[in-house]
């Protein structure tokens, strides 16, 4: 008997072969070549990133150990090892709950966590909680330097070459403390971010600073109090600063990546609370009024809260435009307890019209300068104001669909400000487009779904 | 919002494994009745049959796909094979009339990849099966021509899973599987001629479509927090279709010689049905989802050829050419879709009164398809595939 491929070969080795013959080619995989990725003009042997929390890779309000491995810089210095990277050093935390810090009331704290919960209108909901802080996150490491991931959560553009930014506490910064060579004990000045990081003779950065330049003020409501740290950068002292620093990096004709800032409205923080959320049947409008002072008045269905004006005293209703910060508890407003002529929301929980143009006009200022010393120095720029404000029509990889609003699929970590590890995946791919079209270099993107998104309970 | 399941569909998954000889001779017999499979190929060419044939089979199917997606790391469909199988017979009721009965699973579809797989979220696993009942009749005309057709009953059922971007504390995805079935109907019909060495045969089988009205869809690993708020069930139903194209096939047979006799066919594939897969969740609306699919009618070139090697044995080769239904932008890799080259080889072995035994082997390349803007779920990367089936038949002639 034959079975077909060879008929002179006596019955039983021809269906031997036959079947021989089929397994040999059915178990051939097909194969593909992966590209050769060469770095084009980059040379990423030394890859500095410097910056604020953002580049620390700071999310869910804390310097985490997932946070930093997910940090978009380590995500860069992995895809540069594809090419001619070299090691990429970060001032890694213990893994656990983190190391946060609240420059405005000036604690620690560790990260958040979504819990469930049981919310005041007796529904099935989530809140945050706020974990412990591990007191040994907080000590210095310095002597283990240099590092090269130089992000530090809260560093203003101008505390990059600051000498008391590395006395930590109240004077300088916890974070930088942490892995300042020298802390100032004995002179009282301590080393520098940027002279820290020169012991790494850098041959590629990225640098990603101003966000901090404003967001505190943005965090106080606008309402810095006194605390110099809570006040907006001045554009002079902005731009001033990133020419110090951008020289100071370029020294060497040293390649790298700047990018802009993003608007604070394209944070979940300040838009996930609409101005008019206060909504109401017929009566409960009607027996409001009953109640309000003139110029307050309310209408069935959708209204805008009341507030304080700043100072106190005084109150009126929210204008479009302005911001609420999430600070303000979501219980509070779902059953009624803020945001009423009885129970108006503090000023310090608002960005009014002159708040919001006071940020935003900065944040205009400081991205022109930082996209004009990018196009001097013939340095890649990433316009990351334009980039976020493209993630509100939703972004989609492979499949995972997200957005940049609150919780859900969002890009954004509890914290609402910084992203998650799948945000920040999404804008280390941003930066590898920009370092490509400009260098030359031919660096893949990451898989962004590696990375880990919201945790829901 | 997080579902875009899109059902697999028959795709290019259109499976030309329906006979030894169809299979051999890379899918090139519609100008030929060669045995009771031409119910299927071509219901007029029953009449052309000289005896009862009794054909009953099953190939095995063996897809294996590698995908490099522009991240790096080349992933390979996991090890999956699928079978098929077929049942014809014929019986001449008279002069003019012949009956035939065609049971077979002509659209197929199995791929499954790495439950972890960086394509998780747009598919896991995707499987379709299908069965057509086909009864028919074909009636001579004269000596020359001959008319056949039959009605098709058809069943499907499919399985899909794929995980839900919505992660756990443990860093865990959300899972959703979709099982359903559904029943359609259609018709086979053809023409057949004959003129001295020259056969020609025309066939048309209808578009079906597979209601399912009952699907079953499960979700697990949920966050308890989405559940309890109502954002995701545990198991609802979900209702879809699925539709299996017409397929219009031109064939022209010719005796070469005493001994070799030759085929060319010509399909056509009226993919352009399928423009987007739509799930309806009744009692969870907001999970409601639409795919597009965009598929183009597509069309095939096939030869094959037949020799009488010794009077028990028959040998044969073919080769066929397929175009892809998919088009650019929606590459889907549970349908790792692209232009294929076809190459079957096989024969047939006469055994004692009236059995023969039948072997087959077809290697199926596809081309190396690279999508640069998947405009579905933007999944892009290289795929390529191959396909290995290796089929068993019998045929009792009587």
């Not at chain 2, 979700?219 to 299996?244: E, Q």
Request: aromatic residues 12%; charged residues 15%; glycine residues 10%.
């Amino acid at each position: 008997m034959c079975w077909g491929l060879d008929c002179n070969i006596n019955s039983k080795s021809g269906i031997g072969m036959f079947l021989a013959l089929c397994i040999f080619f059915a178990g051939c995989k097909p194969n593909l070549d992966e590209p050769k990725y060469t770095s084009g003009e980059a040379d990423f042997t030394s890859y500095l990133a410097i910056g604020n929390g953002f580049t620390a890779g700071y999310m869910d309000n804390a310097l985490t150990l997932e946070g930093q491995l997910q940090s978009f810089p380590n995500l860069l210095a992995n895809q540069f090892r594809l090419a001619n990277g070299g090691a990429f050093k970060q001032p890694l935390v213990n893994s656990g709950n983190g190391f946060g810090y609240d420059f405005i009331t000036q604690t620690s704290s560790g990260k958040l966590v979504l819990v469930n919960a049981i919310n005041c209108a007796n529904q099935n909901d989530v809140d945050l909680k706020t974990l412990s802080v591990n007191d040994d996150d907080k000590k210095w490491i310095g002597n283990q330097g240099p590092f090269n991931n130089m992000g530090f959560a809260g560093a203003k553009s101008f505390n990059l070459y600051s000498q008391l930014f590395g006395k930590g506490g109240v004077t300088g910064n916890p974070f930088f403390y942490r892995v300042a060579s020298d802390t100032g004990a004995s002179s009282g000045l301590s080393s520098t971010v940027l002279g820290d990081a020169a012991k790494l003779d850098p041959t590629f950065f990225t640098l990603w600073i101003g966000g901090s330049d404003v967001l505190w003020y943005a965090l106080a409501g606008g309402e810095p109090n006194g605390n110099q740290f809570n006040t907006i950068t001045p554009t002079s002292q902005f731009d001033a600063a990133i020419d110090t620093i951008v020289s100071e990096l370029t020294s060497n004709d040293t390649e790298g990546l700047i990018a802009n800032i993003p608007d604070i409205e394209d944070f979940p923080f300040f838009s996930t609370i609409p101005y008019n959320g206060l909504i109401l049947t017929q009566s409960q409008a009607d027996s409001l009024n009953l109640l309000s002072p003139p110029g307050i008045s309310f209408q069935a269905g959708a209204n805008p809260y009341v507030v304080s004006n700043q100072g106190g005293g005084t109150i009126r209703q929210m204008k479009k435009g302005e911001l609420l910060l999430s600070s303000i508890k979501r219980d509070s407003l779902l059953c009624f307890e803020k945001g009423t002529p009885q129970r108006p929301i503090e000023s310090f929980k608002v960005l009014d019209s002159a708040e919001v143009l006071n940020i935003r006009n900065a944040i205009q200022s400081y991205n022109a300068k930082l996209r004009s010393v990018a196009i001097a120095k013939g340095l890649a720029y990433s316009d990351m104001n334009a980039f976020f404000k493209s993630l509100s029509k939703g972004y989609v990889f492979n499949g995972a669909h997200f957005s940049s609003a609150y919780l859900k699929s969002s890009v954004f970590s509890l914290d609402g400000v910084h992203p998650n590890g799948r945000g920040y995946a999404i804008i280390a791919n941003e930066f590898i487009r920009s370092i490509n079209a400009k260098y030359g270099s031919n660096l893949p993107p990451v898989d962004v779904n590696a990375s880990t998104g919201v945790l829901n309970p | 919002m997080f579902l875009f399941p899109l059902l697999l569909k028959a795709g290019g998954y259109q499976i030309n494994t329906q006979s030894q000889k169809g299979l051999s001779m890379g899918g090139s017999v519609t100008g030929l009745a060669m045995d009771a499979s031409v119910t299927f190929y071509n219901p007029a060419g029953l009449s052309m049959l000289d005896s009862n044939y009794f054909n009953v089979g099953a190939c095995l199917l063996m897809p294996k796909t590698a995908f490099l997606g522009p991240y790096g790391g080349t992933e390979q469909l996991s090890a999956k094979s699928f079978s098929t199988f077929y049942l014809y017979g014929n019986y001449i009721l008279n002069s003019k009339m012949t009956f035939g009965l065609s049971v077979n699973t002509p659209f197929g579809l199995g791929t499954k990849w790495e439950d972890n797989w960086s394509g998780r979220y747009v598919t896991q696993e995707a499987r379709l099966s299908t069965l057509f009942i086909q009864p028919t009749l074909a009636y001579k005309i004269n000596e020359r021509f001959s008319v056949g057709v039959g009605p098709v009953i058809v069943t499907g059922n499919t399985k899909f899973r794929k995980a839900l971007n919505v992660l756990n504390q443990d860093g865990t995805d959300g899972q959703l599987e979709l099982k359903g079935g559904g029943n359609g109907f259609g018709f086979n019909a053809g023409v057949f001629a004959r003129f001295g060495k020259t056969s020609v045969g025309v066939s048309y089988r209808s578009v079906v479509e597979l209601d399912i009205e009952n699907g079953e869809a499960v979700f697990s690993n949920i966050p308890s927090s989405l559940i309890s708020n109502g954002s995701f069930p545990n198991n609802t139903k979900y209702k879809s279709s699925i539709t299996l194209p017409s397929v219009i096939s031109l064939g022209v047979g010719r005796v070469m010689s005493e001994k070799l006799t030759a085929n060319l066919d010509f399909n056509f594939t009226g993919w352009s049905v399928v423009d987007s897969f739509i799930f309806i969740y009744p009692d969870y609306p907001d999970l409601n989802a639409s795919s597009a699919r965009k598929l183009k009618n597509s069309f095939a070139i096939r030869l094959g050829a037949q020799y009488q090697y010794s009077e028990r044995m028959q040998l044969r080769g073919g080769i066929g050419y397929d175009q892809s239904p998919v088009p650019d932008g929606y590459v889907n890799p549970e349908m790792p879709e692209a232009d294929k080259v076809v190459i079957g080889v096989g024969c047939t072995y006469k055994l004692k009164k009236g059995w023969s035994v039948e072997g087959s082997f077809a290697f199926e390349d596809l081309r190396e398809r690279k999508e640069e803007r998947n405009k579905q779920e933007n999944i892009n990367g290289t795929y390529k595939s191959y396909i290995y089936v290796l089929g068993l038949g019998l045929q009792y002639q009587f």
